[in-house]
C-alpha cells in the first residue's frame, strides 16, 4: 500500500477534516503522515498517523479565529472583514477578493524548499494537498510529485466553465439576490484575480520549472488523477475540470459513536426538560464573532417555540452573550458539534461546508445564514435538497428567525432522510478505499 502524506492548511475547519481522512487511508491500508503546523498535531495522533511539522500559509485559526495568534497584519485584515460582513454580501466577497490577492501564494519559495525538504527525509508515494493551498500544489506541480487534490468547500471551488470564477457564488438562495450592478462588480474583481494569480503561477513555474507545463487557469490547478471533494453528489452541481476521477466523501465526520462528553450529555438532558426540542446555533469559527446575529436568532427561538431549547456556540463572544443562558439557553465558546447534532432537532449555521455535510450525516435540518465564500452556494444546495432554508443574516429579526427555525421543527423530514441515507453510502471510509484503489 501507498506511503501518503497530507498536507493541511492551519485552519481548524479544513485540518480536522483532512485528519478523518488521513486516519481513514490509515485504516485502507497506507502509511500516512499529517502535515501541517505544530499547533495541529493532536489531530494526527488522534487520526492514529504520524505527524510532520509544516506551515503553507501566513495566517491561521486553530477553533476560534479572533483568539489564534496571527502573523503581522492578519488580525487586521480578519476584522476589516468581519467589518464587510454586515454590509451585505457583495462587500464581504469583495473584501475577500481583495484579500486573496496576498492570501492564497504566500510564500510560495518558502514552501516549495520545505516541501523538497520533506520529501527528501520522508519521501512518499503520494500526497494529498487542500485545494485552497495554491502554494502546496504549486510546489508539488513543480516538483512532478504525484497527488491528490482535496477539495474542502463547495465543488465550485475548482472552476471549469469559462464563466465560472473563484469568488463569485454558481448559484444563490433565494433570500440573497444582489443587484446585477453589485454582480458586474464583483465579477470585475474576480476576473482581475484570476487573470493576476495565473500570471504569478506561470511566473513561478517559468522560474522554478520550466520543464513543467503552465495551468490554463492557476484556480483551477488539481491533480490530474484524483479529487476528494468533501460534498454530497448532487445532480444539479456545475462542472468540473476534465480529466481526474472525482470522489465524494459525502460528509468527513469520524466513524463510529460520538460521544459529547459527561458535561454536555448532562446539559441535554437539563434544557430538554425546560424545552422538549433543542436547537444548535453555531456561525463557525470566524463567523461566532457576529453576536449581534446569534442574539437575535437565539431570542427569535426562545419567542416563537416556547417548547424549544438552545445551545449557543458564541466563540469570543461568549461573555458578551452570557446574559443569555438559563433554563432554555446553554451558551459556550467552543461546543463538541459533530456529536452533539446526534443530539438537536434543527441547527442555525452559516453555510459552511463542514456544518452542512454534518447536518446531512446526521439528518438535522438547517437554517441557513450565508455571509461569505461559498456560503451562498451552499445555501442554494441546502434549499434545493430539501435539507434546510436560508434567510439574509444581513436583514436579519428575531421574529424571522424564529419562525423559520419553528418551520424547520414542524415540517417532515423525507427529503433529508433521503439524502442522509446517500450521504451515508459515502462517508470518509468509502473515500478512503476508492482514493486509496486510484493510488494503487
Same mark, same amino acid.
Given at each position: 500500500m501507498p506511503?501518503?502524506?497530507?498536507?493541511?492548511?492551519?485552519?481548524h475547519?479544513?485540518?480536522a477534516?483532512?485528519?478523518v481522512?488521513?486516519?481513514?487511508?490509515? #485504516?485502507?491500508? =497506507?502509511?500516512?503522515?499529517? *502535515?501541517?503546523?505544530?499547533?495541529?498535531a493532536? $489531530? /494526527? @495522533?488522534?487520526a492514529g +498517523?504520524?505527524f510532520?511539522?509544516?506551515?503553507?500559509?501566513r495566517?491561521a485559526?486553530?477553533?476560534?479565529?479572533r483568539?489564534?495568534?496571527?502573523?503581522?497584519g492578519?488580525?487586521?485584515?480578519l476584522e476589516?472583514?468581519l467589518e464587510a460582513t454586515?454590509d451585505? #454580501?457583495?462587500? =464581504?466577497?469583495?473584501v475577500q *477578493?481583495?484579500h486573496r490577492r496576498?492570501?492564497? $501564494? /504566500? @510564500?510560495?519559495?518558502r +514552501?516549495?524548499e520545505?516541501l523538497?525538504a520533506?520529501?527528501?527525509?520522508h519521501?512518499?508515494d503520494w500526497?494529498?494537498v487542500?485545494q485552497?493551498?495554491?502554494?502546496?500544489?504549486?510546489?508539488?506541480h513543480?516538483?512532478?510529485?504525484?497527488?491528490?487534490?482535496f477539495c474542502p468547500?463547495?465543488p465550485?471551488?475548482l472552476p471549469?466553465e469559462p464563466?465560472?470564477?473563484f469568488g463569485v457564488?454558481?448559484a444563490?438562495p433565494?433570500a440573497?439576490r444582489?443587484t446585477?450592478?453589485?454582480?458586474q462588480?464583483l465579477?470585475g474583481e474576480a476576473?482581475?484575480?484570476?487573470?493576476?494569480?495565473t500570471?504569478?503561477?506561470?511566473r513561478?513555474i517559468a522560474r522554478?520549472a520550466p520543464?513543467?507545463p503552465?495551468?490554463?487557469r492557476?484556480f483551477?490547478?488539481?491533480s490530474p488523477h484524483?479529487v476528494?471533494l468533501n460534498?454530497?453528489?448532487l445532480?444539479?452541481?456545475?462542472?468540473?475540470p476534465?480529466?481526474p476521477a472525482?470522489?465524494?466523501s459525502?460528509?468527513?465526520?469520524?466513524?463510529?459513536?460520538?460521544?459529547?462528553g459527561?458535561?454536555?450529555?448532562?446539559?441535554?438532558v437539563?434544557l430538554r426538560r425546560a424545552?422538549?426540542?433543542?436547537?444548535?446555533?453555531?456561525?463557525?469559527?470566524f463567523?461566532?464573532?457576529?453576536?449581534?446575529?446569534?442574539?437575535?436568532?437565539?431570542?427569535g427561538?426562545?419567542?416563537?417555540?416556547p417548547d424549544t431549547?438552545v445551545i449557543l456556540a458564541a466563540?469570543?463572544q461568549?461573555?458578551?452573550?452570557?446574559?443569555l443562558?438559563?433554563?432554555r439557553v446553554?451558551?459556550a465558546?467552543?461546543v463538541p458539534?459533530?456529536?452533539l447534532?446526534r443530539h438537536v432537532?434543527?441547527?442555525?449555521?452559516?453555510?459552511g461546508?463542514?456544518?452542512?455535510t454534518?447536518?446531512?450525516a446526521?439528518?438535522v435540518?438547517a437554517?441557513v445564514l450565508?455571509?461569505s465564500?461559498d456560503?451562498?452556494?451552499?445555501?442554494?444546495?441546502a434549499?434545493?435538497?430539501?435539507?434546510?432554508?436560508?434567510?439574509?443574516?444581513?436583514?436579519?429579526d428575531?421574529?424571522g428567525?424564529g419562525?423559520?427555525?419553528s418551520?424547520?421543527?414542524?415540517?417532515?423530514?423525507?427529503a433529508?432522510e433521503?439524502?442522509r441515507?446517500?450521504v451515508?453510502?459515502?462517508?470518509p471510509?468509502?473515500a478512503?478505499r476508492q482514493?486509496?484503489?486510484?493510488?494503487?
Amino acid at each position: 500500500m501507498p506511503r501518503v502524506t497530507v498536507i493541511a492548511p492551519p485552519f481548524h475547519s479544513h485540518a480536522a477534516p483532512l485528519s478523518v481522512l488521513a486516519g481513514e487511508l490509515r #485504516a485502507a491500508g =497506507a502509511e500516512v503522515t499529517f *502535515a501541517c503546523a505544530e499547533g495541529f498535531a493532536a $489531530l /494526527a @495522533e488522534a487520526a492514529g +498517523v504520524e505527524f510532520a511539522p509544516l506551515t503553507v500559509g501566513r495566517n491561521a485559526n486553530t477553533g476560534i479565529a479572533r483568539r489564534t495568534v496571527q502573523a503581522e497584519g492578519e488580525a487586521g485584515r480578519l476584522e476589516e472583514f468581519l467589518e464587510a460582513t454586515r454590509d451585505g #454580501a457583495v462587500p =464581504a466577497l469583495l473584501v475577500q *477578493a481583495r484579500h486573496r490577492r496576498a492570501d492564497m $501564494l /504566500a @510564500e510560495p519559495e518558502r +514552501v516549495l524548499e520545505e516541501l523538497r525538504a520533506l520529501h527528501a527525509r520522508h519521501p512518499a508515494d503520494w500526497y494529498v494537498v487542500d485545494q485552497l493551498s495554491y502554494a502546496a500544489t504549486l510546489a508539488l506541480h513543480c516538483l512532478d510529485l504525484p497527488y491528490a487534490t482535496f477539495c474542502p468547500g463547495h465543488p465550485s471551488y475548482l472552476p471549469a466553465e469559462p464563466g465560472a470564477l473563484f469568488g463569485v457564488p454558481y448559484a444563490w438562495p433565494q433570500a440573497v439576490r444582489p443587484t446585477a450592478a453589485d454582480l458586474q462588480t464583483l465579477r470585475g474583481e474576480a476576473q482581475a484575480n484570476d487573470f493576476s494569480f495565473t500570471a504569478l503561477f506561470a511566473r513561478f513555474i517559468a522560474r522554478h520549472a520550466p520543464h513543467r507545463p503552465v495551468p490554463r487557469r492557476a484556480f483551477a490547478l488539481c491533480s490530474p488523477h484524483a479529487v476528494v471533494l468533501n460534498y454530497p453528489q448532487l445532480d444539479w452541481l456545475p462542472p468540473r475540470p476534465e480529466g481526474p476521477a472525482y470522489v465524494f466523501s459525502g460528509h468527513l465526520t469520524p466513524t463510529g459513536t460520538l460521544d459529547p462528553g459527561p458535561f454536555w450529555n448532562a446539559e441535554v438532558v437539563r434544557l430538554r426538560r425546560a424545552g422538549p426540542r433543542l436547537v444548535l446555533v453555531a456561525l463557525g469559527t470566524f463567523l461566532s464573532a457576529r453576536g449581534d446575529v446569534l442574539e437575535s436568532v437565539t431570542r427569535g427561538i426562545l419567542a416563537e417555540r416556547p417548547d424549544t431549547s438552545v445551545i449557543l456556540a458564541a466563540g469570543d463572544q461568549a461573555a458578551a452573550l452570557a446574559g443569555l443562558a438559563g433554563p432554555r439557553v446553554a451558551v459556550a465558546a467552543t461546543v463538541p458539534q459533530q456529536a452533539l447534532l446526534r443530539h438537536v432537532d434543527a441547527m442555525v449555521h452559516h453555510g459552511g461546508n463542514n456544518s452542512f455535510t454534518e447536518c446531512l450525516a446526521a439528518g438535522v435540518p438547517a437554517l441557513v445564514l450565508p455571509f461569505s465564500s461559498d456560503q451562498f452556494s451552499v445555501a442554494h444546495d441546502a434549499e434545493r435538497s430539501g435539507a434546510g432554508l436560508c434567510l439574509d443574516p444581513h436583514r436579519l429579526d428575531p421574529k424571522g428567525a424564529g419562525r423559520a427555525v419553528s418551520a424547520l421543527l414542524d415540517a417532515p423530514g423525507d427529503a433529508l432522510e433521503e439524502l442522509r441515507g446517500h450521504v451515508h453510502a459515502h462517508g470518509p471510509r468509502h473515500a478512503a478505499r476508492q482514493l486509496t484503489a486510484l493510488m494503487a
